[in-house]
């Protein structure tokens, strides 16, 4: 599903180039459950933003689904990020003034999705996640916890073939965590390609590989055979 | 006081460090204070200021009202003025005032460069009546105002200081008035003026209550101090008017006086433009106030959590309120001083350029307690929405502030919905006052396109008053008229010379009473009115009036020969309908019973006003009627004004003591005649643009506040799957939400306030649909063309950036 090759990523600083990524060569398959670990300032949220198309600044090759993602202009990988995937981010992100049940309505408005069954996939979801509650609150109004939940829902809502989940479980309690880890099993055990990032050896157990980044660097876990990503 | 400087220091420097902010809010409510300030002061002197006579409240003018003939503003008969005087009680005193045009042939040492000068001829009584003292000399006599008495002048204070070196002696020495000594009794204060400005000279009425000659005309406007009330006079002149009916019906049949307060009186054509204008400015001053409150709000929304922060860091409210104190108080005075210099300015032009139909306007001058009032208002809009940050980090809402928005969250709602409210608040603002002004400017250009009857293109036009010169007498008159217009016709350039007594659009002028021979006489009161002008042959080709029957009067038209008439249109189809009017003979009172041919018929030309009714009248040939001051009109090929010179040159190589007057082209005449009007456009058109441009920048800096706030959800929503044109659609929906709810409700608000500009309008309907739709559309478009800005900074957020944005 997924082919980086040398894919770099640098910001210009005042000392010249600092690399965030450096020739970063992964392989992602169909149906795998991929985890992402490595210190703080690795690279990990870079990285998973690439794999959303929701950062282009970067050099070497990507391969979506047979696209070439690096050929392709910012309007067509947007269309791709909204066709296949989902996101749940570091910090939920959750639209304040919006409430719970618009908050899981915004990626089905993005989509061609029938209004009618718009409503009845928010409110399946709703149940699924057991905050039918809380639909019509505001994020300010749920707690911490709460709030992940939800934007684990919206990640998951239109049905995306890939999940990308940053530290999904940063701030739950570690049985709703457990039972978020549970859901995206099962999800994958559905089909979703899922890459989660963590920090958690637990929520690592889930997956079926590691891929361990350190200064930009893939250490180790870079493809499903080969243990050493070091070419 | 240690603080104080401090705050002061930092305060400054914070505005310095955000120049597009403060330079909005500077200019802004410079603009505001400014144009609101301005019109204040005018509004105030010209409509609320008293009248500079004694018990003002007290004075009258009075007219004569015909109601069956739709006239209630006509001068009044000479008869009617004395009996009033006499039998009215609830009246204390009563004053009649003629207009005049007067040559000033003669200084006190002799001989002075002639000038032919406003005059009023006034009873003795008007100046006590008014309560007026002399800045020199004294006032006259009642004695001095008889017929046959010696003759005497009072000069303005304008005029002593123009022609006479602001003598101090003057009182006493005798100046030539129409070649006539006239003794100078004193000088009048400055800017005096009763029913008209700019009047230079005033001259004994000397009315001569057996003069049957003048007796049966209307030309006298009457001021009156009254005693009783209102109502008191109005019942007794009636009754007075009904007894002079029975008793000369030929003059009053149909005829009553007609009482209006003199305050009213003067300032009755301009009070609702004036409201009108107050209204508009009023708006941009409520503008600018709503635009400052948005900006400091945007800018406390920004600093909320700094200052929540602070707070919990341990500083004292009492700071922070002084801190945000000080840079609202420095914004409204900075934007208070650059106000100030503008509202100077404003009255300037003004006093200096507004039409002479505003009484008083060249008086007005900046009123600093105006002022003060609209810097108060900016004051308090600063202190208000200033300090609504340290209100926002104060106490209980502390947690939420630092909450709000502190976990990747966006704008807080609370102050986005107030904003909002004032965004829409002034697009409803904005939409009145343009729409005032779309109206009048429909109305203007409607007016500009009325045909005045004539063609207005390159004619010159000079005033020459033969009056006290030594070609005055009446065989002297036509010579001179036919020999300056040979002269002037020989010039290169000029294509034909017509001469006419009274121009189109100045006026109504001379008019009469007249019949039509063979018709059975109507009954007294029902005489037909017609205006009466005296032309040379060749004034209808000059002015371009066209002919529409029989001839036009030519050269044979001479006082030998039988005498004929042209008339207007309106006259033709009024007296002969469905006939001709050639052939038609007409005695017109005024020519004392000469019975004159109709042998042409002309197009109507406006005499009053290019919204006035088309008059009849009667041209009458210069050498039958020949009058004593007469306007030549001069047909050009290239810029008349260009011909000035050589065509008072002309009438001077005739006579070089003959004085000229009113040179101007006849451009200027149809220009004046709808100053007013232009006045009004172009004052609204411009505070029209002033509040198009807040509105603009209101709602620029809502949405692009907007989508700085937002953007950590429009990351989100990009990651989402928005598409850029989601987001462009985010964006421009706000701001046509906001815009659509300011359209309807500024619809709303027009369609009433509009209401009070019937009167200003000219063949516009208040509610003109084609308006209100134009406008809407114009606003809707600036609203969404501001949004549009922020909405391409939003489209080319990088969702990674924006993600990390808080
Ligand atoms: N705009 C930027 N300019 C320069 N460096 C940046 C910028 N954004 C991120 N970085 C750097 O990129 C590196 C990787 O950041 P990233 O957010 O991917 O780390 P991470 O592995 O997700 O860490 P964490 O576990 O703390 O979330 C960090 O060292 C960060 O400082
Ligand atoms: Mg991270």
Known sequence: ?231 | MHFFWQDLRYGVRLLGKAPVFTTVAVLTLALGMGAATAIFSVVDTVLLKPLPFRDAERLLVIWEKNPAQNRYRMFVAPANFLAWQKQGRAVEQMAAVQDVRVSLTGGPNGHITPEELKGERVSASLFPLLGVEPKVGRTFRPEEDQPGSANFVLLSHSLWQRRFAGDPGIAGKTIRLRDQPYTVLGVLPPAFAVMEAGVDVFIPLGLNPSDTRTANGRYLMVIARRRGSLDQVRAELDSVGAQMEQALPALDKGWRPSIFVLGDELVGGVRQALWVLMAAVGCLLLMACVNVANLLLARGANRGKEIALRAALGAGRGRIVTQLLTESVLLALGGGGLGLFLSAGAIYVLAHAGPASVPRLAQASLDLRLFGFALVVSLVTGIVFGLAPAMQGSGTSLSATLNEGGRGGTAGGAGRRLRNTLVITELALAMVVLIGAGLLMRGFIRLRSVDPGFQPARVLTIRVPLAGGRNAAPDRRIAFFRQVADRIATLPGVRAVGAVNALPLTGLGVGSNFAVEGRPAPGAGQRPLALLRSVSPAYFGAMGIPLVAGRALADSDTAQAAAVIVVNQTLARRFWPGGSAIGGRVAIDQNVGRVAEVVGVVGDVKPEGMDGEDWPIIYNPYAQVPLQAMTLTVRTTALPLALASAVTREVHQLDPNQPVADVRTMEEVVNLAVAGARFNTVLLGSFAGVAFLLAAVGIYGVISYDVSQRTNEIGIRMALGAQPADVRRLILGQGARLAVYGIVAGLLGAGVLTRWMGTMLFGINPTDGWTFTAISILLAVVALGASFVPSRRAMALDPVIALRHE
């Open chain 1, 1 to 231: 599903m997924i082919k980086l090759r040398n894919l770099e990523k640098f910001y210009e600083g005042g000392y010249g180039r600092s690399y965030v990524l450096r020739r970063v060569n992964v392989e992602i398959k169909e149906g795998e459950f991929v985890t992402i670990m490595g210190p703080s300032g690795a690279g990990k949220s870079t990285l998973l933003s690439i794999l959303g198309m929701l950062d282009s600044a970067w050099t070497g090759e990507f391969e979506f689904l047979g696209h070439m993602v690096h050929r392709m202009k910012p309007k067509e990988r947007a269309e791709l990020n909204k066709k296949y995937t989902g996101f749940v981010f570091q910090s939920y992100h959750l639209i304040d003034n919006l409430t719970v049940y618009e908050n899981l309505d915004i990626p089905l408005s993005y989509r061609n999705v029938k209004s009618s069954e718009r409503a009845s996939m928010v409110c399946d979801t709703l149940d699924r996640f057991h905050i039918v509650g809380k639909r019509d609150l505001y994020p300010s109004q749920l707690s911490g916890g709460q709030q992940q939940l939800v934007a684990v829902a919206r990640a998951v809502i239109a049905h995306p073939q890939l999940i990308l989940a940053d530290e999904p479980t940063g701030n739950l309690h570690s049985s709703q965590g457990k039972e978020i880890m549970e859901l995206f099993k099962k999800l994958n055990g559905e089909g979703t390609t899922i890459v989660q990032v963590t920090h958690s050896v637990d929520n690592a157990t889930y997956g079926n590989r590691v891929i361990q980044l350190a200064d930009g660097w893939v250490v180790s876990g870079g493809s499903e055979t080969s243990k050493s990503a070091q070419v």
